[in-house]
């Protein structure tokens, strides 16, 4: 079956840095266009970033625009997300998506890892 399984959460203070990463299996990674949402106490989910196939496309929120940059690997089956100068408003459940062929900026992705915490303090 399809897993996704984020990693590299953790607590940072505020300006600082970390990298997420999504290790994907059980599907035909080059084939799908992989995303990363945020879910903060309280609030809905939102959209991220996401990033086509073969890498040439790249969509980024604008709360996040400069700060937070999309690759990945598909030798590896592994997307990422650097995160740069973090502030508290980036204090969420960070999650991977997996969207065969077209990326999108919406929730309209088939398969979700279960998230990893990342907490920014002032």
């Known amino acids: 079956q399809v897993q996704l399984v984020e990693s590299g959460g953790g607590a940072v203070q505020a300006g600082g840095s970390l990298r997420l990463s999504c290790a994907a299996s059980?599907?035909?990674?080059?084939?799908?266009?992989m995303g990363w949402f945020r879910q903060a106490p309280g609030k809905e989910r939102e959209f991220v970033a996401t990033?086509?196939?073969?890498?040439?496309?790249?969509y980024y929120a604008d709360s996040v625009k400069g700060r937070f940059t999309i690759s990945r690997d598909n030798a590896k089956n592994t997307v990422y997300l650097q995160m740069n100068s973090l502030n508290p408003e980036d204090t969420a459940v960070y999650y991977c998506?997996?969207?065969?062929?077209?990326?999108?900026?919406?929730?309209?992705?088939?398969?979700w890892g279960q998230g990893t915490q990342v907490t920014v303090s002032s």
């Open positions: 990033i086509s196939r073969l890498s040439i496309t790249t």
């Open positions: 998506a997996a969207r065969l062929l077209v990326v999108t900026t919406t929730n309209e992705y088939t398969y």
């Open positions: 059980g599907l035909t990674f080059s084939r799908y266009a």
